[in-house]
């Protein structure tokens, strides 16, 4: 007679008791139980820091000058709705919308110019260096003087957010260049121009998406704060107007809708990176 033989695998272990007990693996919905509650752990904590303010503020521990949260939504759900909010809304994102634009064309034009020219980055790195930690509200004055609490000043300051994190970061991206893809091009025969287009921009894209990133924050703060300091109208001048009559929830519920706007926005410059850069080697890691 011959004997079967089978091949005993992890899962046939016998147990302290003597008995075979298969051993549980890290199957399929182990790896989406991880990844669900890896998902869920920042929205946990965020209730849990929303329930505690709304705790502290109940129980007075906060000033009545901070209402509850269950209060700032109500303000929000309040005023959506209305037509005024509508009108704010929009001006301000088309401040922080034509401002990151002027300034994310000036800073790729200026950092690719100074990145590509060594000579033009020694004669002005100084005062680069100088003017990106100004910030750009401190001109604000001046430009009130010439140009008036007028939306154009909002607009020119939040380009000036937007320049300096542009500009550097595409310099990077250009000084980082392999002197090799450029030499290629050469041996080509591309012209500046071409070089420019097919080796140029690809190889500093990923570095002008981070800047553009960076950028929209920058200018989303300016925008709202030359709005509340110089009366522009926008979300920051009714923010200041709440603040001024002591109608605190709603004040509260337009900073949120400011907070709002400002992951949206990072979300979807995120999101059309990954689809715009998809052929990059760095995002074929991530996504890898």
């Known amino acids: 007679m ?33 990844r669900w509650g890896a998902r869920a752990l920042p929205w946990v904590t965020t209730l849990g820091l929303l329930a505690v303010e709304e705790l502290l503020a109940r129980t007075s521990v906060f000033p009545e000058e901070i209402p509850p949260v269950t209060t700032i939504a109500r303000a929000v759900g309040d ?26 064309v000036a800073g790729v034009a200026l950092g690719v ?14 005062v680069l260096d100088f003017l990106r930690f100004i ?24 380009a000036v957010g937007a320049l300096f994190p542009l500009l550097f970061q595409t310099y990077y991206g ?54 509340i300091i110089a009366a522009v109208p926008g979300l920051g001048n009714d923010i ?9 929830p709603k004040m509260y519920a337009l900073v949120v809708v400011v907070g709002v706007i400002g992951v949206l926005v990072n979300v979807l410059l ?5 689809r715009q850069l998809h052929w990059h080697a760095s995002y074929r890691e991530k996504t890898a």
């Open 2 to 34: 011959s004997a079967a033989v089978t091949s005993v695998g992890p899962a046939d272990v016998d147990s302290p008791g003597g008995r075979r007990e298969a051993t549980p693996g890290a199957g399929p919905s182990d790896g989406a139980r991880r």
């Open 135 to 158: 910030p750009a509200v401190v001109y604000l004055p001046v430009l009130i003087l010439v140009m008036g609490a007028t939306p154009r000043v909002a607009v020119l300051l939040g």
């Open 270 to 274: 995120q999101r059309l990176e990954r």
């Open 174 to 227: 250009v000084t980082g260049i392999t002197p090799i893809l450029q030499d290629t091009g050469r041996v080509f025969g591309l012209t500046v121009s071409q070089r420019l287009v097919r080796i140029t921009l690809p190889a500093i894209s990923p570095f002008v998406a981070t800047g553009m990133r960076i950028a929209a924050s920058h200018v989303l703060v300016v925008v709202v704060a030359v709005e």
């Open 79 to 104: 005023l959506v709705p209305s037509g005024g909010f509508a009108r704010a809304l929009g001006n301000t994102l088309e401040q922080f919308a034509v401002g990151l634009v002027l300034g994310a």
């Open 113 to 126: 110019a100074v990145g590509a020219m060594p000579l033009l980055h020694r004669l002005t790195h100084y």
């Open 240 to 248: 200041s107007t709440y603040a001024t009559n002591g109608v605190y």
